[in-house]
């Protein structure tokens, strides 16, 4: 599987990601370097520097001496924690900047949304896991507090690990799409309520 010259470590990182989040690479496996640059006929550069952005993002632990390890999900005794942690920085982020957020910060949680919806569209629930993930990720920017996301994407990998929400493809666009238009209305107390609808 030879992957273009053009954007080689984006796309062995983006497909790793989409590997774990589908539940190809089993919690505790050690993931080979070797294995990896020849499934994608790339060198070991791109693979350690998707090892790295992945650990970074909690899917991967790095154990010296050991190699990388893929991450068990969440106790599920911590899940609710895990997920209120995440509302709050979600809902600190919309009270922070709903109201000025800008036209170009909504242009792109629409484009994101915009990319949930084909992945819906097309039933493949990793894709619909990671959009998911990328579309909240956007208003957490959009609203201007970009200096939270690597703590928020450390809670959110961990749950996508176990995710679960993907029993109706039309109704999980259906409530990012209420989400999308409370932000743009910049109506910060309906825009957590729909974001909290969504996640809990």
């Known amino acids: 599987m030879e992957l273009s010259p ?27 370097e070797a294995e990896l640059v ?9 693979v350690r520097d998707a090892f790295i952005q992945l650990s970074h993002e909690g899917f991967l ?23 209120s942690l995440r509302v709050q920085i979600e809902t600190h982020a919309i009270e922070r900047g709903c109201e000025t957020v800008s036209d170009a910060g909504l242009q792109k949680v629409e ?38 996301v690597p703590a928020w994407r450390q809670l959110c990998s961990r749950m996508l690990m176990a995710y679960s ?14 989400i999308f238009e409370c932000l743009r209305s910049r109506n910060t107390k309906a825009t957590i309520k729909a974001v909290k609808s969504n996640i809990i």
């Not at 915009?114 to 609203?143: G, M």
Request: proline share 6%; charged share 25%; hydrophobic share 35%.
């Open 6 to 32: 053009r954007t080689i470590r984006e796309q062995v990182t983006n497909q790793i990601r989409n590997d774990l989040v589908s539940g190809r690479f089993e919690a505790g496996t050690m993931l080979r």
């Open 38 to 46: 020849n499934r994608f006929g790339v060198s070991r550069g791109p």
């Open 61 to 83: 632990a790095y154990y010296p001496n050991r190699g990388v390890m893929v991450r068990q999900p969440p106790n599920p005794d911590d899940r609710p924690f895990i997920m």
């Open 111 to 148: 484009a994101a949304l915009a990319e949930l919806k084909t992945a819906c569209e097309s039933q493949s629930a990793p894709a619909i896991a990671l959009h998911d993930v990328e579309f909240h990720e956007s208003i957490v920017i959009a609203c201007g507090c970009e200096d939270l």
């Open 165 to 178: 929400r993907l029993n109706n493809y039309d109704e999980a666009y259906s409530e990012h799409v209420e």
